[in-house]
């Protein structure tokens, strides 16, 4: 089922249907810094760039593609950006985003007439006329936002064997680079849309993963930032210790662009108190020479898993190398550690759960029947589409976790160990940043059996509540990877521009070709049957 089949929604699809004259359509490609100065040269015009992607976004949901990457489409961009538009001509200009269109995750809250669902139907009716912190911000800063993405139900906290990219409101996201192949999650929507040039970039959230892994396997951009450098209020939540909202772009000044209107602190989120203090200008730090005279610790997480992605991770060092940047090969952090950490993590999420939704759902319009976890929980066992596929085990058990007084000196505790096991490389070796493969190429999508995962260096950044960025670092068999740069909290501007410098110096992204399976790639031909 799909929320967007709406009369408002329709008449969006046809305005867009009409292009207006003398438009000058740029490529869906063009970066958001490209967007902007076409705009300021007058070769398009906001509004021209609405109706191109309400139209992309009508035909890359037909019967023949079907990405599934966007769930609803706002019914007021068109007005909005008409009305930016009009300050344009009148000479105001809010900054690099005026005029630019964002598509926001359907678990963060917009008043535009848009429920969000979390991807699940038990919030169908969830529309709170009320803007996500992070949301107004954009506004604010002149983007335009365009709709609502796909994502795994519940930012995929509801089954350990949940189809990453699937939820009962929007089906599967499908990869642009190979619709057999996932999109990862939970933001997977919001990854496919961007590299399937849906719009200019995007907001994804992370509890751990989240943003990186989708990035990383749709061939774009993420950025996972310091918990609490963005705020979190009236986001659906998992846990406050982990939970952020990040860009997903198509280039790093794109992110850094975002980033800059997103960042900042929130009276209703006491987690951002530091925001002001720590944001910074993070498009002007960006620096082509950034990497010459870097350290770099190189973690080879997962090596041998897949020998085709080691290979283009080592391509991507002698990159760093060619760019100036020192590195120094790490052992990585103690296996028995970082299994501690994954453990407690888990139990420590499932049980902050219930009481962050609870809290949550008790905001929402009465329309919203659902009004707590276990009401959640009931809904899903009365509704077979939502357990259709899988189950929902952690729910449950996360209704069955009894308070414990002493969880926030355990919460502490395993932040303290996260936070130690990166500190040891990256302080440890005095690096600017630690390198790794955000993961390895994306995997059939399996609902019988699941997919294969080959690892992330997600975790101990998710944990610690550090920053974590993906750039695209090259394919295999026409499927992206990405490289991964970690770094020290409120790091942001020093990742963001060793990142820029790297990604302008290899070039790795590539548009997605949409091939139905990998038998469908020119460089596989005959060598594979699909059947």
């Given at each position: 089922?799909?929320?967007?089949?709406?009369?408002?929604?329709?008449?969006?699809?046809?305005?867009?249907?009409?292009?207006?004259?003398?438009?000058?359509?740029?490529?869906?490609?063009?970066?958001?810094?490209?967007?902007?100065?076409?705009?300021?040269?007058?070769?398009?015009?906001?509004?021209?760039l609405v109706r191109a992607y309400l139209d992309r976004i009508a035909r890359y949901d037909d019967a023949g593609v079907r990405l599934n990457a966007v769930l609803a489409v706002?019914?007021?961009?068109?007005?909005?950006?008409?009305?930016?538009?009009?300050?344009?001509?009148?000479?105001?200009?809010?900054?690099?985003?005026?005029?630019?269109?964002?598509?926001?995750?359907?678990?963060?809250?917009?008043?535009?007439?848009?429920?969000?669902?979390?991807?699940?139907?038990?919030?169908?009716?969830?529309?709170?006329?009320?803007?996500?912190?992070?949301?107004?911000?954009?506004?604010?800063?002149?983007?335009?936002?365009?709709?609502?993405?796909?994502?795994?139900?519940?930012?995929?906290?509801?089954?350990?064997?949940?189809?990453?990219?699937?939820?009962?409101?929007?089906?599967?996201?499908?990869?642009?680079?190979?619709?057999?192949?996932?999109?990862?999650?939970?933001?997977?929507?919001?990854?496919?849309?961007?590299?399937?040039?849906?719009?200019?970039?995007?907001?994804?959230?992370?509890?751990?993963?989240?943003?990186?892994?989708?990035?990383?396997?749709?061939?774009?951009?993420?950025?996972?930032?310091?918990?609490?450098l963005v705020s979190r209020t009236h986001i659906v939540p998992i846990t406050a210790a982990q939970d952020t909202a990040g860009p997903m772009t198509r280039t790093v000044a794109?992110?850094?662009?975002?980033?800059?209107?997103?960042?900042?602190?929130?009276?209703?989120?006491?987690?951002?108190?530091?925001?002001?203090?720590?944001?910074?200008?993070?498009?002007?730090?960006?620096?082509?020479?950034?990497?010459?005279?870097?350290?770099?610790?190189?973690?080879?997480?997962?090596?041998?898993?897949?020998?085709?992605?080691?290979?283009?991770?080592?391509?991507?060092?002698?990159?760093?190398?060619?760019?100036?940047?020192?590195?120094?090969?790490?052992?990585?952090?103690?296996?028995?550690?970082?299994?501690?950490?994954?453990?407690?993590?888990?139990?420590?999420?499932?049980?902050?759960?219930?009481?962050?939704?609870?809290?949550?759902?008790?905001?929402?319009?009465?329309?919203?029947?659902?009004?707590?976890?276990?009401?959640?929980?009931?809904?899903?066992?009365?509704?077979?589409?939502?357990?259709?596929?899988?189950?929902?085990?952690?729910?449950?058990?996360?209704?069955?976790?009894?308070?414990?007084?002493?969880?926030?000196?355990?919460?502490?505790?395993?932040?303290?160990?996260?936070?130690?096991?990166?500190?040891?490389?990256?302080?440890?070796?005095?690096?600017?940043?630690?390198?790794?493969?955000?993961?390895?190429?994306?995997?059939?999508?399996?609902?019988?059996?699941?997919?294969?995962?080959?690892?992330?260096?997600?975790?101990?950044?998710?944990?610690?509540?550090?920053?974590?960025?993906?750039?695209?670092?090259?394919?295999?068999?026409?499927?992206?990877?990405?490289?991964?740069?970690?770094?020290?909290?409120?790091?942001?501007?020093?990742?963001?521009?060793?990142?820029?410098?790297?990604?302008?110096?290899?070039?790795?992204?590539?548009?997605?070709?949409?091939?139905?399976?990998?038998?469908?790639?020119?460089?596989?031909?005959?060598?594979?049957?699909?059947?």
């Amino acid at each position: 089922m799909r929320h967007v089949l709406s009369a408002a929604v329709a008449a969006a699809f046809a305005l867009a249907a009409a292009a207006p004259a003398k438009a000058q359509p740029l490529s869906p490609y063009a970066s958001a810094g490209e967007q902007q100065a076409a705009l300021a040269d007058g070769r398009t015009t906001s509004e021209q760039l609405v109706r191109a992607y309400l139209d992309r976004i009508a035909r890359y949901d037909d019967a023949g593609v079907r990405l599934n990457a966007v769930l609803a489409v706002n019914p007021r961009a068109l007005d909005d950006a008409r009305r930016l538009d009009a300050e344009r001509r009148a000479g105001e200009i809010r900054g690099p985003l005026h005029g630019v269109t964002v598509l926001l995750k359907d678990n963060i809250e917009a008043d535009d007439g848009l429920p969000t669902t979390a991807g699940s139907l038990a919030l169908a009716d969830n529309v709170t006329r009320r803007d996500a912190a992070l949301v107004r911000r954009l506004k604010d800063a002149g983007a335009v936002v365009l709709g609502k993405t796909n994502l795994s139900e519940w930012a995929n906290f509801r089954s350990t064997r949940s189809i990453s990219g699937w939820s009962a409101a929007g089906g599967l996201v499908r990869n642009p680079y190979g619709l057999d192949r996932t999109a990862c999650g939970s933001s997977s929507g919001s990854g496919a849309a961007i590299a399937a040039g849906l719009a200019a970039v995007a907001i994804g959230t992370e509890t751990d993963g989240s943003i990186i892994c989708p990035a990383a396997m749709t061939g774009v951009v993420g950025l996972k930032p310091t918990v609490g450098l963005v705020s979190r209020t009236h986001i659906v939540p998992i846990t406050a210790a982990q939970d952020t909202a990040g860009p997903m772009t198509r280039t790093v000044a794109d992110a850094a662009a975002v980033l800059a209107a997103i960042a900042g602190s929130d009276p209703a989120d006491p987690a951002t108190a530091e925001a002001d203090a720590r944001k910074a200008d993070y498009l002007a730090a960006l620096d082509r020479n950034a990497l010459k005279g870097a350290r770099i610790g190189v973690w080879h997480a997962w090596k041998g898993r897949s020998p085709r992605t080691d290979a283009v991770f080592e391509a991507a060092l002698e990159t760093l190398r060619g760019q100036g940047a020192t590195l120094v090969e790490l052992k990585g952090p103690d296996d028995a550690a970082t299994g501690r950490i994954g453990r407690e993590e888990l139990q420590l999420m499932t049980a902050e759960f219930r009481p962050a939704l609870d809290a949550y759902l008790a905001t929402t319009p009465a329309s919203v029947t659902a009004r707590t976890l276990a009401d959640v929980v009931a809904f899903n066992r009365a509704e077979a589409r939502e357990t259709a596929l899988f189950g929902q085990e952690i729910f449950e058990e996360a209704l069955a976790v009894a308070d414990d007084p002493d969880r926030p000196r355990k919460r502490a505790e395993l932040t303290r160990l996260a936070r130690e096991a990166l500190d040891e490389m990256l302080l440890g070796e005095k690096l600017d940043a630690v390198v790794a493969p955000s993961g390895g190429p994306p995997s059939i999508v399996d609902p019988v059996n699941g997919g294969v995962f080959l690892g992330s260096p997600s975790r101990l950044p998710a944990v610690s509540g550090y920053p974590h960025l993906t750039v695209p670092m090259g394919y295999v068999s026409g499927l992206p990877v990405g490289v991964s740069f970690l770094g020290p909290a409120w790091s942001e501007a020093r990742l963001l521009a060793l990142g820029f410098a790297y990604e302008q110096a290899s070039k790795a992204r590539r548009e997605p070709d949409f091939p139905p399976h990998m038998g469908a790639r020119p460089e596989i031909g005959r060598a594979y049957d699909p059947r």
